[in-house]
């Protein structure tokens, strides 16, 4: 294996960080704990390619079915207006996720330059009408825009660009948008809350699931490693090996940010259990995640730039990830559910 450490493990889709903005007024101190509530692994069926920056993780039962279950924490995903508007919601006082191509946001530097999509926070300004948008992206950034231009911002097809965007342009961002609501964070005993929530965890890595949507569980993690390293043993730029190589990115970069707020997740875990072991395990498995954050970032690189030693490191990062998923599942079998 390559002998160097891991790139530090950064939260990367702009989903999870507007999610834990709203939430973090709603339940202060508890917001990414919250959003930490799932070990999720979900190889889809369709095309990976199809997936978005803001896409979530994959899994039999949906994301905000299962933090709304074990956190009270409910995100709520529309496409378009018709079930509801997101400028009535936004006018009553809401603030909303909202998926947009950022070549029509013009205080962004793609603007009318890139075509790119990705989530932003929207708010009513108090002043001329016009929308409040902050966008995380990078340099967070924040600015007002007219609603006319929010629109041409959601509603755009997001022309593939291979060159300038060859990873979040190609997908029409559809005028979706998200609503997240928490209540505010009380456990009576945290530490049942804490044994049941470990013991759900275990319980998705270890069961394999499938239905027509896709596979799921620690072995489907198996399945999606086996067939990105078949297909980067493929021509460097054959269409294959480019499709792939895109498409993990894109399957790549929910999984490890959902990981990261699990690590939030079990570190406050282990201090409320008050086990030094299982928060040396933790630590551990915090740090390795860095493995999956080392091959994002080559598979990222080789979209562009193909050489054979970059496929080389990023099978080496996948192996150590899925040694620190292995490591983390027989931690969390102590926790089985009966």
Known sequence: MVSLPPSPARRTTTLYSCAERIAAEQAPRAAAVLLGLRWSFGLPSSPLEEMTEYSLPLNPTPLPAALAQRGDLRIARYEGDDEVSLHDYLAAGGTAIVAVDVWHVPFRPAYRRVHTSRTVLVRRDRGDGRLLVLDPWGAPA???VSPEELERARSSAVPFDAEREPLFS???VGRVWFTVEADPFCVDDAEDWVRARLGWLYGEMALFRSDEKGQYGIEALRTFRRWLEARLA????????LAARRGASLLLRPELTSRIYLGVFLRNAAH??????????????RLDLGHWQSALDALMKTVRTRRPEYDVFIRDQLA???DNEERLLRTLSLYALD
């Open 272 to 285: 409320l259990l008050g086990d030094a072991g299982l928060c040396g395990e933790v630590e551990r498995y």
């Open 320 to 322: 150590r990830a899925w």
């Open 170 to 172: 190609g997908n029409p």
């Open 142 to 144: 924040e600015s007002t």
């Open 234 to 241: 493929g021509p460097l730029d054959g269409e294959e090996s």
